[in-house]
């Protein structure tokens, strides 16, 4: 049994803490606010994951006692929203020890500095040994026990193997691998290309077009992870074309929802508001984009949806853009 702490009480914060606990494992929770401890201690229950009781030996930690969550665990689940990634770990920054695994669950780039999650840890708790577990995962899924693969990622196999141990169950399988820097890439910018499959989703195209954006969104995620040190079998995986056909395809999916919603021709605040969360692929669109820039990579349907997240391109206009491109090869003559 392993003493593990999760920082972050949204729906996939949650999921995993009910994994986790049915692994046997001993399980406390955090979260920024209060309220939201107070409600899950009181009620049982994740708002968003009303359907599924948090058992009572889940440990709820005051908002005030970061201190408590951090120390003493052998895993600390790092699950806030990426935007929150790097203000948390400036908080969590004094309890930690030298070598605690910290494993990152969320995903997205930091638009100001184009860094990864695991690469805003190192950052700021350069003493932590940081990982990432990422994979076609959504979390009202894995909380109703429906099986699921991730895969982990990590400096050394022994902490991918750690992870490994304790997430695994009959019903979450978990691979493991090296390639940190691909695994985050993948499902970063995997959020962006479901933006665009669900605006195409609102403006009532069919699977041919969601086939089209799925197969050329995973031709640049690939170009420009492998580009960035990433490697082409990680794109070719859970956390490359796996979970960008499960992010492009479900209803489960916010970034695929906020999409629909635009395509239907809400605006993009509007279409954040009616989704109630955080959509994460709004706050990697440029980051990604700025990537492509930095690495000479040709991105079109990223570059389209930035254009019209940001610059009110209306979504119909996008998509001709994007079938009106020059003629192109899929793969290169000899």
């Not at 030996?57 to 005030?64: G, H, L, M, R, S």
């Not at 349907?301 to 009106?324: R, W």
Request: net charge negative; proline share 3%; glycine share 8%.
């Amino acid at each position: 049994m392993a003493k593990i702490g999760v920082i972050g009480t949204g729906t996939w914060g949650i999921a995993l803490s009910l994994l986790l606990h049915q692994n046997g494992h001993e399980v406390s929770v955090w979260s920024a606010l209060q309220d939201e401890i107070t409600y899950l201690r009181e009620k049982r229950i994740q708002k968003s994951l009303a359907d599924v009781t948090i058992p009572a030996e889940i440990n709820c930690v005051d908002t005030d006692r970061l201190e408590d969550i951090c120390t003493g665990k052998d895993l600390l689940v790092l699950a806030v929203p990426s935007i929150y990634t790097r203000e948390t770990c400036r908080k969590m920054k004094p309890y930690i020890r030298e070598g605690q695994i910290i494993v990152s669950v969320a995903k997205g780039i930091e638009e100001d500095t184009l860094l990864t999650l695991v690469e805003q840890i190192e950052e700021e708790i350069p003493k932590a040994d940081a990982a990432v577990l990422s994979g076609p995962s959504h979390a009202e899924e894995v909380s109703r026990g429906i099986p699921t693969t991730c895969v982990a990622g990590a400096k050394t196999r022994a902490t991918a193997e750690l992870i490994q141990n304790c997430f695994m169950s009959p019903v979450f399988r978990v691979y493991t691998s090296p390639d940190v820097l691909g695994i985050e890439l993948g499902g970063a910018l995997k959020n962006v290309i479901a933006l665009a499959a669900g605006v195409a989703d609102g403006l009532g195209y069919g699977d041919n077009t969601k086939a089209a954006l799925i197969t050329r969104g995973i031709a640049e995620i690939s170009r420009l992870g492998i580009a960035m040190g990433g490697r082409a079998e990680t794109f070719a995986g859970l956390s490359g074309i796996g979970d960008l056909i499960v992010t492009c395809a479900s209803m489960h999916s916010r970034n695929r929802k906020a999409g629909i919603l635009i395509g239907q021709g809400k605006t993009m605040d509007e279409a954040i508001k009616e989704v109630h969360m955080v959509v994460e692929g709004v706050y990697s669109a440029k980051a990604a984009l700025a990537l492509g820039k930095k690495y000479h990579i040709s991105l079109p349907i990223i570059e389209q949806v930035n254009q019209v997240l940001f610059e009110n391109k209306s979504a119909k206009e996008a998509v001709a853009d994007l079938m009106l491109r020059d003629k192109n090869m899929e793969v290169a003559w000899n």
